[in-house]
């Protein structure tokens, strides 16, 4: 079955220090993912995506994610968190041919210390 | 140009009443999806519409729910005989084309007492 995993359901770091959410999934093929950020009482923003190419990927605010095939991870990675970060992050897979179908995984909740 | 317009961002509905939530896609936009989250759960697929069509309703329940995009005005997803189980925040997302970028919106939470 298709699922996304992500293993943390809430993770605390102090600001100005890394981060790293984790994501793993079960798909048949590969395909796109993406990280999604919710603020409190907001929609989804998207961070970043991957569909082919370099597997290290860039996206908004200072994000970077990589995708490993033979780990099926996609974990995302931000050098220096700010207090501004503080939010609920979802990773998402989506289908080459139906991408709008996302599945994605229970969100990991980020807090920052001061 | 305003994002995806979702109203209203709160509701309460006593069981068996009927919710309706209303959602303006970005303005171009004429794919229309729909996707519910529940408490501590990730959003799950519902429904895809473009105008007057619906394309995969595979994630919708097979009773009390319906949606729509007509052809004029915001596509609109109905609860009938709303449940406590329906009670959920239900996000809608718009796109130019069937596989590019989805912006969502900020979601309705609908509560059922």
């Known amino acids: 079955a298709q699922s996304v995993t992500q293993p943390d359901i809430h993770i605390t770091v102090s600001e100005g220090a890394s981060l790293e959410l984790r994501c793993n999934y079960s798909?048949?093929?590969?395909?796109?993912l993406f990280w999604y950020v919710q603020s409190p009482g907001q929609g989804l923003q998207l961070l970043l995506k991957?569909?082919?190419?370099?597997?290290l990927v860039q996206g908004i605010k200072g994000f970077e994610a990589e995708f490993k095939r033979s780990q099926s991870s996609f974990n995302l990675r931000k050098p220096s968190v700010h207090w501004s970060d503080a939010a609920e992050y979802f990773c998402a897979v989506g289908a080459r041919d139906s991408s709008y179908k996302l599945i994605f995984g229970s969100g990991t909740r980020l807090l920052v210390r001061p | 140009n305003a994002g995806v317009m979702q109203n209203p961002r709160h509701l309460v509905r006593r069981r068996g009443q009927e919710a309706r939530l209303r959602c303006s896609p970005m303005?171009?936009?004429?794919?229309v999806y729909w996707y519910r989250q529940l408490p501590e759960e990730g959003l799950k697929f519902m429904v895809y519409?473009?105008?007057?069509?619906?394309?995969?309703e595979s994630g919708m329940p097979k009773e009390r729910f319906s949606a729509e995009f007509p052809k004029e005005g915001p596509s609109i997803l109905r609860i009938q005989q709303v449940v406590r189980g329906d009670s959920a925040a239900y996000f809608c997302?718009?796109?130019?084309?069937?596989?590019?970028?989805?912006?969502f919106g900020q979601g309705t939470r609908l509560t059922v007492v």
């Open positions: 303005k171009g936009h004429s794919h």
């Open positions: 997302a718009s796109s130019l084309g069937k596989n590019t970028e989805a912006f």
């Open positions: 798909y048949g093929a590969t395909p796109y």
């Open positions: 519409l473009q105008k007057e069509n619906i394309i995969d």
């Open positions: 991957y569909f082919s190419g370099d597997t």
